[in-house]
């Protein structure tokens, strides 16, 4: 089955707007994280959100979490150029510690100067 | 900030070759994984590891594939006998708590 597959696959906005991608999962999950990557380079981890919770901040991130839809959301405040990047959900699952994480196709987030 | 990092960060090889790909975890790490991620699809795990052992591998890593931590500090994936079907982005990740932190990766070209 399909995990963290995230919508839309390509954004593209001025900078000073605001960014929403949405990820959708099809199991369970003990949480669901999301990570950014720059053209061609690693990822980095921006943020986790664990099944018991609905909602997290980090600084211009708001991350959502529906379990019942099995849906969350990443909200970017106030986008700059720099946030220019790919977009990843990946889903934790299963009942083991070591977890492996599945991760969506992405979105690409293009801001405009 | 203590940093997974990963060497070579290009690797160049010939069909039939053996590669491997090295990695350093962050140093109180305990469970180590590998992932790949092929040109324009999604990143894909491999295997993970922990307590010198493989804790889970997907379908990918088949024979042809092997894991090790040779010391303290290094984290190898090989690679025995390369397919063109091999190139891709290579990650490294290593986990404390509920977070993998991925290293920059190694880009595998297979001619």
């Known amino acids: 089955s399909q995990q963290g597959e995230e919508d839309p696959q390509a954004l593209s906005i001025q900078e000073g707007e605001n960014a929403t991608m949405n990820c959708s999962y099809k199991?369970?999950?003990?949480?669901l994280q999301w990570y950014r990557q720059n053209s061609g380079r690693g990822l980095v981890h921006l943020i986790l959100i664990r099944s018991n919770e609905r909602e997290k901040h980090s600084g211009r991130l708001r991350v959502t979490l529906d379990t019942s839809k099995k849906s969350s959301s990443l909200l970017i405040t106030a986008s700059r150029a720099a946030d220019t990047a790919s977009y990843f959900c990946?889903?934790?699952?299963?009942?083991?510690?070591?977890?492996?994480?599945?991760f969506g196709q992405g979105t690409i987030l293009t801001v405009h100067p | 900030e203590p940093e997974v990092t990963q060497t070579p960060s290009h690797q160049v090889t010939q069909m039939g070759q053996e590669v491997i790909l090295r990695c350093v975890p962050i140093s109180n790490h305990l469970y180590f994984y590998w992932y790949r991620q092929i040109l324009g699809q999604k990143v894909e795990f491999l295997v993970s590891?922990?307590?010198?052992?493989?804790?889970?591998k997907s379908e990918i890593f088949d024979d042809q594939f092997s894991v090790e931590r040779p010391d303290g500090s290094n984290f190898t994936l090989k690679i025995r006998s390369t397919k063109l079907e091999d190139s891709a982005m290579y990650f490294c990740?290593?986990?404390?708590?509920?977070?993998?932190?991925f290293g920059p990766g190694t880009r595998l070209t297979v001619l």
């Open positions: 990740a290593s986990k404390v708590a509920d977070t993998q932190y």
């Open positions: 199991t369970s999950i003990n949480n």
């Open positions: 590891f922990y307590n010198n052992e493989i804790s889970e």
């Open positions: 990946a889903v934790l699952s299963g009942g083991t510690s070591y977890g492996k994480l599945t």
